[in-house]
């Protein structure tokens, strides 16, 4: 409701009556809301920092600038070369940019910036620094666009369109997947997740935004030249993101008006007030983005949105998957059936032997203990089976099948799922929508179905899921929750949901009950207990003695990345060696 009255206002400005200024200033920031809105998928989303989008934006209105002038060709084609383009381009880029971190990614973003830049201002087919003339006005069914008062509809139409688009994208699957990018790929990849396949979509995702805002932008000034696809107007698109909200869809639209509005305001009264002409208006921006991100890291919009809700209900998902099929199930293995078999498993971390050839295995409907003093090697170990490290040596077995050496994400496919040493959930989710991220291999739906919400059935299967999975471990009234607002204890056991959401034949719980009072302690031995008679197995890295004597079948115990024994809760209890390990011997 309240985006069509949005969409009904922004219609009504061009006839109202209000000055040509204004509809030309609103054109402007719909074009470059467009780009914020790639950067806010990139940047926001992602964790992906990008200086460059403005190269995009020129590969796109140079594309349709040059096509429509020297060979005539019609707008509404031109922009399908000029996404062929854009794709190839932001796949090369891709393949050698985002396989960097850290600081390394930003600055390559500046170098591609700089050169696709320089690139076109050298070529002598595009005008070199003059740029292209004459850029033909587009028609649309015979109506002629060249006014900023009938351009100002496409503009918006697009910009709206690309928004509800990725609004819609973010509730998805695929969205979920994106938003996992940005707490690291480990808990992702283990949850089947290709991260580096996702970082190339959003990566292109936000190029192809930033073309469609360089053809639009090309046919609106009916020239094109270089300056506005330099790497500082990169830098302000990034500015805009930040300064509206880069988490939000719709800060990307009030960072846009803002520094628009801001910049041409600076522009005449700085002058005035220093006495000489200059760029003055960026020491302004600096300061602000300092100020902002030290008071407002989130950006203006949450304040918006806090302002907004005193009149606007607050939104709640929709419990529309009652009625939902149930999600298709992997074969279950027979009980006793060999599941996992950890054959001499090693690792080096160069001198250090962190794991020295450790050997156990796993039946189908036992629940295995792994044990051991601090820094005997139990998480390495469990890393080493669920593809996180890679082996030194050895072998891992899982239902028959060699997994050793494959990523965690293969193995994920293969049926096996994990919790972490310290919790790994995206916070900005809500407790429904972390658990429902574990069957992200169970579901199929890609980025074109999510941003035409085609994917609604899937959906509501996927959260039928995920309920019942918070359901087992008693975590139903907490299901909209916002994740970052749990204790320690309720994030574990939202962990623990999450990994039984992928459907595994094996669990792998990483002391899942660090952090639980005892009721909850209590109340997870149950659901383990549960989760055995139906047939799941179980592997459990503990340091709580009781929780893992009364629950387990078997334990081994480690030492040094050694195997010290392996025996029955009893046999464990009762050795001199166990005890020696954990408690030192007299001399």
């Known amino acids: 409701m309240v985006l069509a009255g949005v969409a009904a206002l922004l219609a009504l400005l061009p006839i109202a009556g209000v000055p040509e200024f204004w509809i030309t200033q609103l054109n402007y920031i719909g074009l470059f809301a ?79 910036g700089l050169s ?108 094109v030249n270089p300056s506005p696809f330099a790497i500082s107007k990169g830098i302000e698109y990034l500015f805009m993101a930040v300064l509206g909200g880069v988490g939000n869809v719709w800060g990307a639209f009030v960072g846009a008006g803002l520094v628009k509005l801001l910049e041409d305001q600076l522009q005449v009264l700085l002058p005035k007030l220093f006495g000489g002409s200059g760029n003055y208006e960026i020491i302004v921006f600096g300061i602000v983005l300092v100020v902002v991100l030290k008071y407002a890291p989130q950006g203006l ?54 794991v020295n050839d450790v050997s156990f295995t796993i039946r189908a409907g036992e629940i295995i203990g792994l044990i051991g003093p601090n820094g005997a090697g139990k998480s390495t170990t469990f890393n080493l089976i669920t593809g996180v490290l890679p082996l030194t040596a050895g072998n891992v077995t899982f239902r028959g099948e060699k997994v ?29 929508e972390n658990v429902a991220l574990g069957g992200y291999l169970r579901s199929h739906a890609g980025v074109v179905k999510a941003m035409l919400r085609l994917d609604r059935d899937e959906e509501r299967r996927l959260f039928k899921e995920a309920e019942r999975q918070l359901e087992r471990i008693g975590m139903k009234d907490q ?32 002391e899942p009950a660090a952090g639980l009072r005892h009721k909850e302690k209590q109340a ?20 709580d003695m009781d929780f893992v004597m009364n629950l387990t079948d078997r334990i081994t115990v480690m030492e040094f990345g050694t195997k010290l024994i392996e025996g029955t809760p009893e046999e464990v209890q009762a050795s001199p060696a166990v005890r020696a390990a954990y408690l030192g011997t007299e001399h």
């Not at 607050?314 to 999600?327: S, T």
């Not at 279950?332 to 001499?344: F, N, S, Y």
């Not at 607002?485 to 994030?491: E, I, Q, R, Y």
């Open 34 to 112: 467009i780009v914020a809105l790639g950067l806010v998928l990139l940047t926001g989303v992602s964790g992906l920092t990008s200086f460059g989008q403005a190269a995009f934006v020129g590969l796109g209105a140079y594309t349709s600038a040059y096509l429509s002038t020297a060979h005539g060709v019609s707008p509404w084609l031109t922009i399908l070369v000029a996404l062929v383009i854009t794709v190839a381009v932001a796949l090369a880029l891709a393949s050698i940019t985002l396989r960097m971190s850290g600081h390394y990614l930003p600055l390559a973003t500046i170098a591609w």
């Open 404 to 432: 050793g050496g494959l990523a965690s994400r293969e193995i994920a496919r293969r049926g096996m799922s994990r919790t972490f040493q310290h919790v790994k959930m995206l916070p900005e989710m809500t407790v429904l």
């Open 301 to 354: 919009w949450p304040f918006v949105e806090k302002l907004a809700g005193r009149w606007l209900p607050a939104q709640r998902r929709v419990r529309d998957w009652a009625d939902a099929a149930a999600l298709e199930e992997r074969s279950k293995p027979t009980p006793g059936e060999l599941l996992l078999d950890v054959q001499a498993v090693r690792k080096q971390f160069g001198g250090l032997v962190a």
């Open 116 to 223: 696709l830049y320089y690139t076109m201002s050298n070529m002598e087919f595009l005008g070199k620094y003059d740029g292209i003339l004459g850029v033909p006005a587009m028609e649309f069914f015979g109506i002629s666009l060249a006014s900023g008062r009938s351009y100002f509809y496409l503009i918006w139409v697009v910009a709206l369109l690309a928004a509800v688009a990725v609004i819609h994208l973010l509730d998805s699957r695929t969205g979920r997947a994106i938003r996992a990018l940005k707490g690291g790929v480990t808990m992702a990849e283990a949850m089947g997740i290709s991260t580096y396949s996702y970082k190339v979509l959003v990566f292109v995702l936000a190029a192809i935004l930033a073309c469609v805002s360089g053809w639009l932008f090309a046919h609106f000034q009916r020239t």
């Open 524 to 543: 997870l031995s149950t659901v383990l207990r549960q989760l055995k008679a139906e047939g799941l197995s179980i592997l459990l890295v503990e340091h």
């Open 479 to 510: 299901m909209h929750e916002l994740a970052g607002n749990l204790a320690l204890g309720p994030a574990r056991l939202m962990e623990i949901a999450r990994a039984l959401c992928t459907d595994p034949a094996l669990l792998l719980l990483d």
